[in-house]
């Protein structure tokens, strides 16, 4: 009667990337006696896994985490001349430090949060004329970010009630028609084209003649 093998009765894999017979390669490296003789299968497993996954790069770092993945299949008491040493075991599957997040209670996400500080900053201000000012240069900044995710038009209503959520200064105005007019939150419109057309007999010609506008100072 046969004695087969079967997976399910052969040790755990380390890495099921490399598949079993690389791993039955390199226990036969490790029980090799002579160092310089073990050093030489080593160096050539290690072409035989950078063949495993050709669409890696050959690179130093790919050299590297090869010859890691080496060590580790061998549970890192392989004793051969490499051009990396060996890693530490308690670096291995050590998970990463956990990233602190930010919980900050933002009142409106499509503006986010550095447009709030830019508020608290503005009503830190003491000159009115300077709070108007701020107030009118991040109501044009919020009025963009507005467009971005909505490209519908926006009256500048909905912007000064957003403002108004999160007014705390003494000089807070209502919203108005007055304050609007103030904040002149209302971007230039694009320039057109006027488009004059002459009929003939023989053939209608277009005349194009553009608008000269003023261009008003940028935000910042």
């Not at 599957?93 to 709030?116: C, L, M």
């Not at 995710?149 to 959520?165: P, R, Y």
């Not at 419109?189 to 100072?217: A, E, H, P, V, W």
Request: with cysteine; aromatic share 10%.
């Amino acid at each position: 009667m046969h004695n087969f093998e079967y997976n399910s009765q052969l040790p755990d894999l380390i890495l099921k990337e490399y598949g079993r017979n690389i791993h039955k390669l390199v226990d036969y490296i490790v029980k090799i006696e002579d160092r310089d003789e073990r050093t030489r299968f080593a160096h050539n497993l290690i072409e035989l896994m950078r063949q495993i996954n050709p669409n890696t790069r050959d690179s130093q770092d790919t050299q590297n985490k090869l010859w890691d993945d080496l060590y580790i299949m061998s549970h890192f008491s392989l004793d051969v001349e490499s051009p990396f040493a060996m890693p530490e075991p308690d670096s291995i599957g050590k998970k990463p430090k956990h990233v602190g997040y930010n919980n900050h209670e933002i009142s409106f996400r499509h503006y986010g949060y550095n447009v709030e500080l830019l508020i608290a900053r503005i009503y830190e201000t003491e000159d009115p004329e300077q709070y108007y000012d701020g107030l009118m240069r991040v109501g044009k900044l919020m009025k963009s970010f507005y467009l971005t995710w909505n490209k519908d038009s926006v009256q500048d209503e909905v912007i000064l009630a957003h403002l108004e959520k999160n007014w705390r200064a003494p000089f807070a105005p209502k919203p108005g028609k007055d304050w609007c007019e103030r904040m002149r939150l209302s971007w230039p419109r694009k320039r057109k084209n006027r488009i004059l057309r002459t009929k003939t007999k023989t053939k209608t010609t277009t005349i194009g003649k553009r608008i000269k506008r003023k261009n008003k100072s940028p935000l910042f």
